[in-house]
Structure formats: structure tokens, C-alpha cells
């Protein structure tokens, strides 16, 4: 199975957004699967359902970190790649889906009982946010 569809099962297996993207890549840079589940859990929904930056794009954020980030050495060229890394995925994720803001891309706010009656009723989940979670791990598989 490649990480696109890994990161698209976990979705259907009822895992985040964040927790998708970011349990699928994490092993792959020392962080075992459970670690990188709890760690994630928080970022989905636009962070904990409030419906700003989009889970899948914030773990990607986290997963590019892990690749490209700065340590304990400091490394201000590692800290500098992760920024242009970021930036780039940024980009590309609004490029193909119009922003990276959760109520954004879903045109309601799941923070509310009427966004979340309207995300519901519209089947979100299936049409945007099962989307998002593949084009993440697309233009993952692209940069790493």
C-alpha cells in the first residue's frame, strides 16, 4: 500500500485529518506510529474543530519538520530548509484547494452547531475533507 492510501485508510478508520497524514509519515523518521497519533490528535478539525489551519496540512507541516527540522544542534540551516519546505507545501495545498483554512476550504465553521449541521447534511467529510488528506500526502510524496 503507498502512504497515499495508507493516509487515506487511517482517515476512513475514523483518525483526524492531522492524524492521518502525520501517523502514516512519522515512522518513517524514528517516531512510532502510537507517539505520532497522540501527538496529532489535537490538530484536526482546523486545530481541536475550530476550524483554522487545516489538519492535514499542519501534520504535513509536522512531518516536514521531522524530516528537515532543527534539533538540539540548532541547526539554523535546517530551521531555514523546514521554513522554505513549509512555505512550499503551503503553496502548493492552496493551489489546489483554494486556501488552508479549515472553514475555508469547507465554507462553513465546524465550530458551530450550524457549520457542523451544514458539514453534516453536505457530506464534507467525504467531498473536501477526504481530499484534502490525499492531496497532502501527494504533495508530501513529491517533496520528501
Same mark, same amino acid.
Given at each position: 500500500?503507498?502512504? &497515499?492510501? +495508507?493516509?487515506?485508510?487511517?482517515?476512513?478508520?475514523?483518525?483526524?485529518?492531522?492524524?492521518?497524514?502525520?501517523?502514516?509519515?512519522?515512522?518513517?523518521?524514528?517516531?512510532?506510529?502510537?507517539?505520532?497519533?497522540?501527538?496529532?490528535?489535537?490538530?484536526?478539525?482546523?486545530?481541536? /474543530?475550530?476550524?483554522?489551519?487545516? /489538519?492535514?496540512?499542519?501534520?504535513?507541516?509536522?512531518?516536514?519538520?521531522?524530516?528537515? /527540522?532543527?534539533?538540539?544542534?540548532?541547526?539554523?540551516?535546517?530551521? +531555514?530548509?523546514?521554513?522554505?519546505?513549509?512555505? +512550499?507545501?503551503?503553496?502548493?495545498?492552496?493551489?489546489?484547494? /483554494?486556501?488552508?483554512?479549515?472553514? +475555508? &476550504?469547507?465554507?462553513?465553521?465546524?465550530?458551530?452547531?450550524?457549520?457542523?449541521?451544514?458539514?453534516?447534511?453536505?457530506?464534507?467529510?467525504?467531498?473536501?475533507?477526504?481530499?484534502?488528506?490525499?492531496?497532502?500526502?501527494?504533495?508530501?510524496?513529491?517533496?520528501?
Amino acid at each position: 500500500m503507498s502512504r &497515499i492510501e +495508507e493516509a487515506l485508510s487511517r482517515f476512513n478508520e475514523d483518525y483526524n485529518c492531522a492524524q492521518s497524514i502525520f501517523s502514516t509519515y512519522a515512522p518513517h523518521y524514528g517516531l512510532d506510529q502510537d507517539q505520532a497519533l497522540k501527538i496529532s490528535t489535537g490538530f484536526g478539525g482546523g486545530m481541536a /474543530g475550530s476550524g483554522r489551519t487545516c /489538519g492535514a496540512v499542519t501534520g504535513a507541516y509536522m512531518v516536514i519538520g521531522l524530516k528537515y /527540522g532543527m534539533g538540539v544542534s540548532k541547526d539554523a540551516e535546517a530551521k +531555514e530548509k523546514t521554513f522554505q519546505k513549509v512555505s +512550499e507545501f503551503s503553496d502548493k495545498f492552496q493551489k489546489n484547494n /483554494g486556501s488552508v483554512i479549515c472553514k +475555508e &476550504i469547507l465554507g462553513c465553521n465546524i465550530n458551530t452547531p450550524e457549520g457542523m449541521e451544514y458539514f453534516n447534511q453536505n457530506d464534507l467529510l467525504e467531498k473536501k475533507c477526504l481530499n484534502c488528506v490525499k492531496n497532502a500526502a501527494e504533495i508530501l510524496e513529491e517533496m520528501l
